[in-house]
């Protein structure tokens, strides 16, 4: 059975610093058209940063969407041409004030692929060493060591709810047993 969609027209209605806003008309496989709204977006990625073997470093900021303190894994926006690996050192730098030595892949997903293009690339860093954090202007955030057995009684009990953080968190837990 066919399953593909194609476009017959596409209409940007909002370019943004983030994010773009299209609405597509597209052929359904029986031929009729219908509407898609979607986002596009850059890509992004986050990063489990252990200091030590049992302590991970989180994040505490406020998300204005859900109007909530949230507790998640570092993480940031590619930029135009950077590599994977130079946006998850540089977000860990500028979020926490570590660079890391050794930083390995885990896992890449859509966190919403019915109405985002976005692919989110989770990380792992070890060999932590301070250096000077560099948030953006624009965020204001706090940087927490924790046991990594705490973030997961904080994913069970509903404390960490954010996506990214409880994949990237969980999937070492399934699939990482030593760092």
């Known amino acids: 059975m066919n399953l593909k969609e194609t476009t017959f027209s596409r209409t940007k209605i909002y370019n943004g610093r983030s994010l773009n ?22 890509g992004a990625v986050t990063v489990l940063p252990f ?23 570092p993480a940031g926006k590619l930029s135009y ?38 692919v989110l690339h989770i990380f792992s860093a070890t060999g932590l060493k301070p250096v000077k954090s560099n948030p953006d202007e624009d965020e204001f955030l706090e940087k927490i060591i924790i046991p990594f057995e705490t973030a997961l009684k ?8 954010d996506s990214k953080s409880i994949i990237g968190i969980l999937f070492w837990k399934m699939f ?4």
Do not use: M
């Open 21 to 42: 806003f299209y609405v597509d008309t597209i052929v359904l496989p029986n031929k009729k058209l219908a509407t898609r709204e979607y986002t596009e977006h850059p």
């Open 81 to 118: 041409n950077e590599s994977l690996k130079k946006c998850v050192q540089r977000e860990l730098i500028e979020e926490t004030g570590f660079k890391a030595s050794k930083i390995k892949k885990l896992i890449s997903f859509w966190p919403t692929p019915a109405f985002s293009t976005e």
């Open 51 to 73: 200091i030590d073997k049992k302590n991970i470093v989180l994040v505490k900021q406020y998300r204005y969407p859900v109007r909530k303190i949230t507790y998640e894994l």
């Open 176 to 179: 990482n047993k030593n760092i």
């Open 154 to 161: 904080w994913v069970k009990n509903g404390k960490i709810k």
